[in-house]
């Protein structure tokens, strides 16, 4: 079943607009799955610190996802926000789940206005970092998309350094990778966080004055 959608996503991809410029001769990589995958821990909020660029995707910088787990689903239900190439914050909700074909760490992402597409969780440590790489092959042709995901935003650090061993051992090529930006969205929480406590002086002065 999770078989003929991924190969229904291509075909649609192909005939929607002729071949999109990331649907290109090859195969997907045959990566490995993290063993055991433990979808509880894997919850919370993730950052997008490196990727390959993704055309369903409309962030470029600033991307972070929060991963809340489901017992009666078994799965995620996922928020993705980001902000656009025209500086406007945007945000995605969607599913991602096992399907019974696969190991746990290989899933399914499927967002309303997206093709369902694999997400398999090459590794992780849960903590600090996970590389997710996400492939649809059918007839000679791929689309490819991989993931750096660091529980902090940084572009730089741990999860990039690891994930880049990790591709590359399993015949990804990390130079398709650029970086994610997340400059401004540390100056908006330094903001938040004052006009937090402002506020908090403000009603606080104002109750001891009652």
Same mark, same amino acid.
């Given at each position: 079943?999770?078989?003929?959608?991924?190969?229904?996503?291509?075909?649609?991809?192909?005939?929607?607009?002729? $071949?999109?410029?990331?649907?290109?001769?090859?195969?997907?990589?045959?990566?490995?799955?993290?063993?055991?995958?433990?979808?509880?821990?894997?919850?919370?909020?993730?950052?997008?610190?490196?990727?390959?660029?993704?055309?369903?995707?409309?962030?470029?910088?600033?991307?972070?996802?929060?991963?809340?787990?489901?017992?009666?689903?078994?799965?995620?239900?996922?928020? %993705?926000?980001?902000?656009?190439?025209?500086?406007?914050?945007?945000?995605?909700?969607?599913? $991602?789940?096992?399907?019974?074909?696969?190991?746990?760490?290989?899933?399914? $992402?499927?967002?309303? %206005?997206?093709?369902?597409?694999?997400?398999?969780?090459?590794?992780?440590?849960?903590?600090?970092?996970?590389?997710?790489?996400?492939?649809?092959?059918?007839?000679?042709?791929?689309?490819?998309?991989?993931?750096?995901?660091?529980?902090?935003?940084?572009?730089?650090?741990?999860?990039?350094?690891?994930?880049?061993?990790?591709?590359?051992?399993?015949?990804?090529?990390?130079?398709?990778?650029?970086?994610?930006?997340?400059?401004?969205?540390?100056?908006?929480?330094?903001?938040?966080?004052?006009?937090?406590?402002?506020? %908090?002086? $403000?009603?606080?002065?104002?109750?001891?004055?009652?």
């Amino acid at each position: 079943m999770f078989s003929t959608l991924v190969a229904a996503t291509l075909v649609a991809l192909v005939s929607a607009d002729g $071949i999109p410029d990331f649907v290109v001769p090859g195969k997907c990589a045959k990566v490995a799955n993290q063993d055991k995958f433990d979808l509880r821990k894997y919850s919370g909020r993730w950052y997008q610190t490196q990727i390959i660029d993704n055309a369903y995707q409309p962030f470029t910088r600033c991307i972070h996802s929060n991963y809340d787990y489901s017992d009666s689903d078994y799965g995620f239900k996922v928020t %993705t926000a980001g902000f656009s190439p025209s500086n406007e914050y945007l945000r995605m909700q969607g599913k $991602i789940y096992p399907t019974k074909d696969f190991p746990a760490a290989h899933m399914l $992402i499927d967002f309303p %206005t997206v093709f369902a597409a694999p997400y398999e969780v090459i590794e992780t440590d849960y903590d600090s970092y996970s590389c997710v790489y996400s492939c649809i092959e059918m007839s000679g042709y791929k689309a490819e998309f991989g993931f750096v995901f660091s529980r902090t935003p940084q572009t730089s650090g741990p999860a990039n350094d690891k994930c880049a061993s990790v591709f590359r051992k399993n015949g990804v090529d990390f130079s398709s990778f650029r970086c994610c930006s997340y400059g401004r969205m540390r100056l908006q929480s330094i903001d938040i966080k004052f006009v937090t406590y402002i506020v %908090t002086y $403000i009603q606080t002065m104002y109750r001891n004055q009652i």
